[in-house]
């Protein structure tokens, strides 16, 4: 509401990557009345169970997610920046042993290692994960409430099927973290809304 305001009262574009555009789209739904004109999402998963690379945390978040979850919270307060950092960086591990080579390759490329530099200076700056939002997620990971396209959240259902503002949603072709079979429920998941889903060349930062 006040993004609108600033904007003169229009409404609004969101535009969100990971798993912020399944948060845009649950918020859409639960909150209707919302200045919102379209959403946009770029590697945003809803069926977690299509990570390959996801299969064998969830089977160990099953059996002690609240155990873990319990102690990084009483320690650092939630998940710290640094190891939410190194998981990203272990999730793209050939790009971090080939970077020599990547450089020596395209040393008169200002283009490509333009965009090198910014996705490590993205990298650089994501936060870490705060207790409560780390838990709520770890829960929607694991359960996979998603999939099917409801949220409970308590005695509350939050329906995707209520999303109806147009949806432009993006799945990368060489995404481990959100691959297409995982972004792609979007186009079922959403029948009252205009969906459109393209798949494009990169990795989930790239």
Known sequence: HRVSELCGDRDLDVVAWSIAGAMALLTSAAHPDLPVRSITAFGSPLDFSKIPVMAPLRLAGKICAEPAID???AVFGGVPAPLVQAAYRITALDRELTRPWFIASNITDADKLGRMEFVDRFQEQIYGYAGRAFRQLARITVANDLSSG????????????????????????????????????????????RVRFVRVPGTHLG
Not at 164 to 191: N, Q, S
């Open 71 to 73: 102690v990084l919270d």
């Open 150 to 193: 409801a949220l409970h959240l308590g005695e509350r259902i939050v329906d995707l099927a209520d999303v109806t503002v147009p949806v432009l949603a993006f799945a990368g072709t060489e995404d481990i973290l959100a691959p297409i079979p995982a972004v792609e429920p979007v186009t079922r998941l959403l029948p009252n809304a």
